[in-house]
């Protein structure tokens, strides 16, 4: 499958990062556009990945067209610096779960990843003492929506 494009729906450059665990009980609340105004059925708080010094980009690339229509492929990347053993145990935890993301992009745009089916940690790799990171998703129709700033201010900040 090749790539024919990239979208610009959200600035590449991710400012504030929040993850839980997904479920199949999440329940999704649109307004009358894409937004999401709610998520239910979560059971488990928000965690946040801090990225003082760490750094996370996200990316989406529109692949050719299949009998389904138009894949994306949607990707979330984290570079962790100083890698040691503590943090390579917190990553071992994260390796078979899938998850809900939420992410600020570099607009102070708020988005929400993985919310249909929940996304898994793909790739990760050690090189030049830092660990990265992907979450990846590759579907036709669950591309990431923006979120409602208000829910994001009442749930999870």
Wanted: proline share 3%; aromatic share 14%.
């Amino acid at each position: 499958m090749s790539q024919f494009g990239n979208c610009n729906y959200s600035n590449a450059e991710v400012q504030r990062l929040y993850i839980t665990p997904w479920t199949t009980d999440l329940i999704t609340y649109f307004d009358t556009g894409h937004t999401i105004t709610s998520l239910g059925g979560l059971t488990e708080e928000w965690n946040e990945i801090v990225l003082s010094t760490a750094t996370a980009a996200f990316t989406q690339v529109m692949n050719d067209p299949n009998p389904n229509g138009i894949n994306h492929t949607e990707s979330l990347e984290i570079l962790i610096p100083n890698s040691n053993i503590s943090k390579w145990l917190d990553l071992v935890d994260i390796l078979t779960e899938r998850y809900t993301i939420i992410f600020q992009d570099g607009n102070d745009q708020w988005y929400c990843f993985g919310w249909r089916f929940g996304t898994k940690l793909q790739n990760y790799s050690l090189d030049e003492n830092r660990y990265a990171v992907s979450f990846i998703n590759s579907f036709s129709a669950a591309l990431v929506n923006s979120i409602s700033e208000n829910y994001v201010n009442l749930n999870i900040l």
